[in-house]
């Protein structure tokens, strides 16, 4: 028997492409499911933040309170489905008149499903839950987090920016945290031209929780909540 054939199947380039090439059934196993089970939620808000926050402290108060006004307002909320902010997102909206939905992602560490979701949906991969977070929301509301939530407010600011969604209100909750992020995206960003002047529209900075939902109704009081056809075709390309 030769050196080569008692090597296990993952050093073999064809078993690892052959591997490969399974992964996507399983992808596209987690965008059908998701889809299915999200397709009755909508109008739905998407509320991020720090999974590291306490219960006791006052950004996970604020986040259950203003998930408390979307819910018994007629919003479904969505959050990453576990602790922290998502926690107090979905224990909010659980409490409320409208469902609370938890996308969870499997991770090594950080990550367990908190109790306070009416519909609970897992993921293996970060990319297809982004798209569900986009896809059913008509805001997304970002509160103090760290890399991931500033990954997912990068990811809508860029889809929208790029007009590969629909514009939606994109809320940040918390003026002293995150006003250094705007500053720098002005003093650089924009200074340099890497961003248009409009592009810093995209972006609304509000404190109060019933102002977060004002601002929302607001936004789609001329409009509705219902998607165009050509907004729909946008979303197939997400």
């Known amino acids: 028997m030769s050196n080569?054939?008692?090597l296990p199947p993952s050093k073999f380039p064809e078993a690892w492409n052959s591997k490969e090439a399974w992964r996507m059934f399983g992808i596209m196993s987690e965008f059908v499911s998701a889809t299915a089970r999200?397709?009755?939620?909508?109008p739905a808000v998407s509320i991020f933040g720090s999974a590291r926050i306490k219960p006791d402290h006052p950004y996970y108060k604020k986040t259950e309170e203003i998930a408390r006004l979307l819910?018994?307002?007629?919003?479904?909320v969505i959050s990453g489905g576990g602790p922290g902010i998502m926690e107090a997102a979905n224990k909010g909206a659980f409490y409320g008149k409208s469902p609370s939905v938890g996308l969870n992602i499997q991770l090594p560490h950080e990550q367990h499903n908190?109790?306070?979701q009416n519909i609970s949906?897992?993921?293996?991969?970060?990319f297809v839950r982004k798209v569900m977070f986009v896809k059913f929301a008509s805001a997304y509301v970002v509160m103090p987090g760290g890399f991931g939530t500033l990954d997912e407010l990068m990811e809508a600011l860029t889809l929208v920016q790029t007009g590969k969604t629909r514009r939606i209100p994109i809320i940040l909750v918390g003026g002293d945290f995150w006003r250094g992020m705007l500053d720098w995206l002005r003093q650089t960003l924009l200074t340099e031209g890497m961003i248009d002047p409009p592009d810093m529209d995209l972006i609304q900075l509000i404190d109060e929780p019933e102002?977060?939902?004002?601002?929302?109704?607001?936004?789609?009081?001329?409009r509705g909540f219902k998607l165009s056809e050509a907004e729909?075709?946008?979303?197939?390309?997400?």
């Open 232 to 238: 729909r075709e946008a979303q197939l390309s997400l």
């Open 211 to 222: 102002a977060v939902v004002s601002a929302i109704f607001n936004y789609y009081e001329t």
């Open 4 to 6: 080569q054939s008692k």
């Open 71 to 76: 819910s018994d307002a007629g919003f479904s």
């Open 121 to 126: 949906q897992s993921f293996q991969h970060f």
């Open 38 to 42: 999200l397709s009755a939620i909508q």
């Open 114 to 116: 908190n109790l306070y």
